[in-house]
């Protein structure tokens, strides 16, 4: 049975940190690893990852797969209240089913 | 593009009463479309998987009859909470995969059914 595990649970911090959210997976067949921000309804894409070594950017948010560790993290610089959220991360595997993480609930304080 | 509509966003319903949401891919054509269901402060656990034209598959612990999914068609699926409980009362979403965007899942704002 496919797995993804995610770490912290919670995580709170001030404007203007950077935090970094760890997913580790157990995905037979494995083809991708995805992230995913959700606030009140349903989640938005953020990156996906099918690479190793290979950083994804997007603004203050970066993304990296390790794939011989089975391991991704989500990087946010200079973080904003507006980045309060859960954030979540996905297996896809050669099927494309996905199977998430228990996700990690962020909150930035002003 | 690839914009996934769900209705309603919100229903409240008595215990015992049957509710149905649709699901629909409005710009694309959704061979697959994905269930998932979430509890408060819980992640998403995939329900069951349709694809177009054919009987959807449960995944373990989801019941079959209670969860009724019809996938008539490639822009639209319906789930049928029937006889809903109390214990029904969760977050729903749909996501769908364009079927020129294999690796991608597009999801709909879900659905908050709450059952009284």
């Known amino acids: 049975e496919d797995k993804v595990v995610q770490s912290p649970l919670s995580l709170v911090v001030h404007e203007g940190d950077t935090v970094t959210l760890n997913c580790s997976y157990e995905v037979t067949n494995f083809r991708s690893l995805l992230w995913y921000k959700q606030e009140k309804k349903a989640p938005t894409f953020l990156f996906m990852l099918?690479?190793?070594?290979i950083e994804k950017k997007s603004g203050r948010l970066s993304s990296i797969l390790d794939k011989k560790e089975l391991f991704s993290i989500l990087n946010i610089t200079a973080t904003q209240t507006g980045d309060s959220a859960v954030y979540l991360c996905a297996g896809n595997n050669a099927g494309n089913m996905l199977t998430f993480g228990g996700g990690t609930r962020l909150m930035v304080k002003p | 593009g690839a914009v996934v509509s769900q209705h309603p966003s919100r229903v409240i319903c008595k215990s015992g009463t049957s509710v149905k949401i649709e699901c629909r891919s409005l710009d694309f054509q959704a061979t697959t479309m994905f269930w998932y269901r979430q509890f408060p402060k819980q992640s998403l656990m995939l329900m069951a998987t349709?694809?177009?034209?054919?009987?959807?598959?449960?995944e373990q612990g989801v019941e079959k009859d209670k969860f009724l999914i019809n996938h008539a068609s490639l822009t639209l699926s319906t789930l049928t909470v029937t006889s809903a409980h109390p214990e029904d009362s969760s977050f729903y979403i749909c996501s769908a995969r364009d079927r020129g965007y294999y690796n991608e899942q597009f999801f709909g704002p879900g659905t908050r059914l709450t059952v009284l």
């Open positions: 099918t690479s190793s070594g």
């Open positions: 349709s694809n177009e034209g054919s009987k959807a598959t449960y």
